[in-house]
């Protein structure tokens, strides 16, 4: 079991790593709560709804169960789900517990962030690619204009990671998650990328993933810790995202799962980066790794024109220019702004190099 | 004019209250912005949101104007005003603008709140009664089963009051806001509720309407202060609101004003703060006080177990017990736990009580 601790403005929480803790649930809570609902989706939920249930003996426990997938993140749902929790008699004394992937994260984390004006969460993702929504504070709703577009910065009470969990997975979650662990790597640590490029996915044991877990969560701790409103160095964090969100908006969300459209992204990050600091990165190992891996990576026959204004209306954009993350190398990231007409030249040989690959 | 600060846990605002000042705005913004989204209502957008745009004359400004009424707080609106900030652009550099009473101010609050996670907002109250709800960051939407049950804390950036905006105010808006200062006026000022007493609220002059303005939001700028997130103080506040709210949800949103359902709010504080202490606060002369100013004051006919049910539904009771702020005497608010039972026999005699005035 492995403990990291991270600081928000408004209190510390911890981030537990380990095998089976989701039976231990209560010594990582900071208080005991009047009552609990638990929020969860169709897929999760027979899984291990009832482990969680079985740490609360005292307490009054709810529990919501969602649809899954990237389309539980609408406001519909949201306002279901505080009815939900107005219905069971939640007041400010109680605490959510999402139990899930990102969507069930985002969207209980922002459930508890606006619930009476902000009640405790605590999360328990389930999947690799939860790693990275799950800590930090980032919690939202989709417009149908586009994804997060709505939500807070709301840092939980505790995050309890279940490697356990993990197991049931499938190769495409395999592969969403580990494209953030490679991002993750690339921003910030050399020797993490080098042990990714070598390691097949399908084959981690539970001690490896554990390991990647942590070096991965670490290092988006570090920086969320360093700038939580996102006004500097947490941008770094959306390295691969500018193009990987577009692609998902332009494909509908669920035809690439996130983590696939981030490794396109991050891949372009390359192409864009090795263009303008004209040196070789990591674009030609990575491409490697993804072949092996199964990662789907060409962008088909995607409009660019249309593809730059799905880039433009991404949220991190200011004043309508495309700010994008790149690497000077492995471990330095940068924010450059990108011209419209960069933007399109870049997608075109970018497109045109992945087709001879 | 007249400056207040109030320091919140992100930072700190100003508070500024005096003639004219909509059109010195620039004077009052911590920094420029590169777009700015007014958003107000019908009624007050004709009277003055061309003086607002008149501040901003280089950078890009886009306005949204709302039905009047609490009607607007919904999930709806909240929705679609997040499409239009969504399409006219606004990043996380922009600015928010409500213009208008509490409804505009929580709703424009709470889309600022949310916006790509959170972006800047001023507000420019229009009514008495706003200078309570525009200060201290409470944020918030009504959902079907409860008013501003869907919320957050946010606090704005500055908030801009002229009080020459308050000129056309009717008599039931004026009566509203006076409402909300003599409660704290009750909570923290002896002196300030006795000058208040001898007031004839239709008669008040701009002078002494920025003085009681001045004095009501010192005394909530201290509490917010002193307990932003309300785990305390700032629960004092909510004198008079419990039964406040309930007569608001019971009779149907509108039929009372807000003010008017805390005035009665008030009185059934006093009453039952005088049968639990046995003495004498202040029952009489504010019962005198709205008659002269004409305070719809009586409860009719309603069922007082539905009462008690609407007030078991305010989000400040824990664990389902209600929690009511009493005083022991004017300045010296106390919060006791009172039974479903305490509550209907206070309510029956406070009735009875009503009828024989």
């Known amino acids: 079991m492995e403990e990291i601790a991270v600081t928000s403005s408004s209190h510390t929480y911890k981030i537990v790593i380990g ?28 899984l291990y709804i009832n482990d969680i249930r079985s740490n609360f003996t ?47 994260g985002d ?18 993702p389930t999947t690799i690619l939860a790693h990275d929504s799950s800590v930090g504070g980032k919690v939202a709703i989709n417009h149908k204009l586009g994804k997060n577009l709505i939500g807070s910065f709301y840092p939980p009470r505790a995050v309890i990671y279940d490697v356990e969990t993990l197991q049931t997975l499938s190769a495409r979650e395999i592969r969403s998650g580990y494209a953030e662990l490679v991002k993750e790597a690339l921003i910030a640590d050399q020797e993490f990328f080098n042990l990714l490029l070598k390691t097949d996915i399908q084959q981690v044991t539970a001690e490896e993933l554990q390991s990647h877990l942590s070096l991965g969560i670490k290092i988006k701790a570090n920086i969320v810790q360093e700038d939580e409103m996102e006004s500097g160095v947490r941008m770094y964090l ?16 669920g035809t690439l799962t996130h983590g696939e459209a981030v490794a396109i992204g991050l891949l372009f990050t390359l192409h864009v980066s090795e263009n303008m600091f004209s040196k070789q990165i990591a674009s030609h190992s990575l491409i490697q790794w993804l ?47 990108l011209t419209d007409q960069q933007i399109l030249d870049f997608l075109h040989s970018f497109n045109r190099k992945l087709v001879t690959e």
């Open 19 to 46: 095998e089976n803790i989701r039976f231990q649930l209560k010594s990582f809570l900071p208080k005991t709560y009047s009552s609990i609902l638990i929020i969860s989706d169709e897929s999760v939920a027979p």
């Open 238 to 253: 959306n390295l691969g995202h500018t193009l990987g969100h577009a692609l998902e908006a332009e494909l509908g969300y």
């Open 107 to 124: 969207l209980a984390g922002f459930v508890a962030a606006t619930f009476m004006r902000g009640i405790d969460y605590i999360q328990i």
């Open 291 to 337: 072949k092996e891996n199964n990662y789907p990576f060409k962008l088909q026959q995607l409009d660019e024109h249309a593809l730059l204004l799905k880039m433009k209306s991404d949220k991190k954009t200011v004043n309508s220019k495309i700010k994008m993350v790149l690497l000077e190398d492995i471990g330095s990231p940068v924010v450059k702004e």
């Open 58 to 104: 005292e307490e009054q426990v709810f529990q919501t169960v969602l649809p899954s997938g990237e389309q539980t993140k609408s406001m519909d749902t949201f306002y279901n789900v505080h009815t939900d929790a107005i219905n069971a008699g939640l007041d400010r004394n109680s605490l959510i517990i999402a139990l899930g992937g990102g969507v069930v």
